[in-house]
């Protein structure tokens, strides 16, 4: 390929590495270290699976911003005409990136605390504050830049928690165990709900949408003709990309998740405390290493820091998409801290707040997910680049999969098992 042609397809990459930070937050850290620690290998399919479903997710998310020039968001906005019934949709969205937003800055919380003995509820703030001026870079600079940014918090995330697992590898035959389905009570299956809740985030499929739509959006100055006209770039072309960009993604995002998770397994299974990140953190200091628990701890804070910019960028997106509105960035930041810096100042064991946060997005996947499948199998909202059936069947095969998930889940905790 000539270096011209080269170069042109490297900037076509970007959105899928910055809505894969969502497959790299706090949250996914505490859901995949705790199944590692409790359960050793058992739950290493859960996060195969996970990654595999987000890959097809995210490509019809991108897919959606891309030949619409629409985010999730404002198609639904547009289609769903009775005010009751959308403001209701955006409130259970709202919820949704509440949870989040919880996950990421409790997160960086607890890594400032590990790093320099920060209180939690003072790093909370200040996690808070650096996603505020991320967020700045943003508006300001454009989704560039602010791609970039994010681009260098996941090499420090990945470098973070891939590490401790070439120091301390794990057992091959576990890891090949681990590779067939199945739970052993019901821990492990609201475990597994949460490993999903972390991977397939709700906001990751608004917020691809959007990234996708802002970063291959025509000129300003453009007026008339169709999107690829306008752009001056077939549409064919900037799908191939995506798929690329969604590949490179994934495979971070798995990659690493599956470190956190046999990192566990192999080091911190049976050790009592390990299932909390604090436990965890000293666990891994003592047994291989300071080296090793300072990394997984910047790690930690890169994906907090990484993680909250992005969850809030697709916060705003949800709300202008579906109620029209837009409220200051800095407001919207400040709104959305205070329930996790309450949850911080309660004193509530800040992983399992974690745990259960990611939960609460694997509820909130069926909202997102089911209307994404409906809208990209429509030829009325895609054309020619509508669902093959073979991909229209696969997506509805993991929203049943997911729902099918919640609702087991639901029942367990209830009490029927």
């Given amino acids: 390929m000539p270096k011209s042609t080269t170069t042109r397809a490297a900037w076509l990459i970007g959105p899928a590495l910055v809505a894969g930070v969502a497959y790299l937050d706090p949250g996914n850290v505490a859901s995949n270290m705790t199944a590692g620690a409790r359960y050793g290998y058992l739950l290493v399919w859960v996060?195969?699976?996970?990654?595999?479903?987000?890959?097809?997710?995210?490509?019809?998310?991108?897919?959606?911003?891309?030949?619409?020039?629409?985010?999730?968001?404002?198609?639904?906005?547009?289609?769903?005409?009775?005010?009751?019934?959308?403001?209701?949709?955006?409130?259970?969205?709202?919820?949704?990136?509440?949870?989040?937003?919880i996950a990421e800055v409790i997160g960086g919380a607890v890594a400032l605390n590990l790093l320099f003995g920060i209180p939690?509820?003072?790093?909370?703030?200040?996690?808070?504050?650096?996603?505020?001026?991320?967020?700045?870079?943003?508006?300001?600079?454009?989704?560039?830049?602010?791609?970039?940014?994010?681009?260098?918090?996941?090499?420090?995330?990945?470098?973070g928690f891939a590490f401790g697992v070439f120091v301390a590898p794990p057992d091959g035959a576990g890891v090949i165990g681990g590779l067939v389905p199945r739970f052993a009570d019901s821990?492990?299956?609201?475990?597994?709900?949460s490993i999903l809740g972390a991977t397939i985030m709700p906001h990751a499929i608004y917020a691809h949408s959007a990234l996708a739509r802002d970063r291959f959006a025509p000129p300003r100055e453009s007026q008339g003709g169709s999107l690829e006209e306008l752009r001056g770039m077939p549409t064919s072309r900037l799908l191939r990309a995506t798929r690329w960009d969604v590949s490179i993604a994934m495979a971070i995002a798995g990659t690493v998740n599956l470190c956190i998770l046999l990192l566990a397994a192999a080091n911190l299974s049976g050790i009592p405390g390990t299932d909390s990140l604090e436990g965890a953190y000293a666990a891994l200091r003592d047994g291989i290493g300071p080296v090793v628990a300072t990394l997984f701890a910047v790690g930690l804070l890169?994906?907090?820091?990484?993680?909250?910019?992005?969850?809030?960028?697709?916060?705003?997106?949800?709300?202008?998409?579906?109620?029209?509105?837009?409220?200051?960035?800095?407001?919207?930041?400040?709104?959305?801290?205070?329930?996790?810096?309450?949850?911080?100042?309660?004193?509530?064991?800040?992983?399992?707040?974690?745990?259960?946060?990611?939960?609460?997005?694997?509820?909130?996947?069926?909202?997102?997910?089911?209307?994404?499948?409906?809208?990209?199998?429509?030829?009325?909202?895609?054309?020619?680049?509508?669902?093959?059936?073979?991909?229209?069947?696969?997506?509805v095969a993991a929203s049943v999969f997911l729902v099918a998930l919640n609702a087991t889940l639901l029942w367990l905790i209830l009490g029927g098992g």
């Fill in 302 to 395: 890169a994906s907090g820091l990484a993680s909250t910019s992005v969850g809030a960028y697709a916060g705003a997106e949800i709300m202008q998409g579906l109620l029209r509105m837009r409220v200051p960035l800095a407001a919207r930041r400040l709104v959305t801290l205070i329930p996790a810096l309450v949850i911080l100042g309660a004193g509530v064991d800040p992983t399992l707040a974690l745990i259960l946060s990611q939960v609460v997005l694997s509820f909130g996947i069926p909202f997102a997910l089911i209307p994404l499948i409906a809208l990209t199998a429509r030829a009325d909202v895609l054309g020619a680049f509508r669902n093959r059936l073979i991909t229209t069947i696969l997506g």
């Fill in 187 to 193: 821990g492990s299956v609201l475990l597994a709900a």
């Fill in 47 to 101: 996060v195969v699976l996970a990654n595999l479903m987000a890959w097809l997710i995210q490509y019809l998310s991108a897919k959606l911003g891309i030949v619409t020039g629409q985010s999730l968001p404002e198609a639904l906005g547009k289609r769903i005409r009775r005010n009751g019934v959308r403001r209701a949709y955006w409130l259970q969205a709202e919820l949704v990136a509440m949870a989040t937003d």
């Fill in 120 to 159: 939690l509820v003072w790093g909370g703030l200040i996690t808070g504050l650096v996603s505020l001026g991320l967020l700045i870079v943003q508006s300001r600079r454009g989704p560039r830049t602010f791609e970039f940014v994010v681009i260098g918090l996941v090499a420090i995330i990945g470098i």
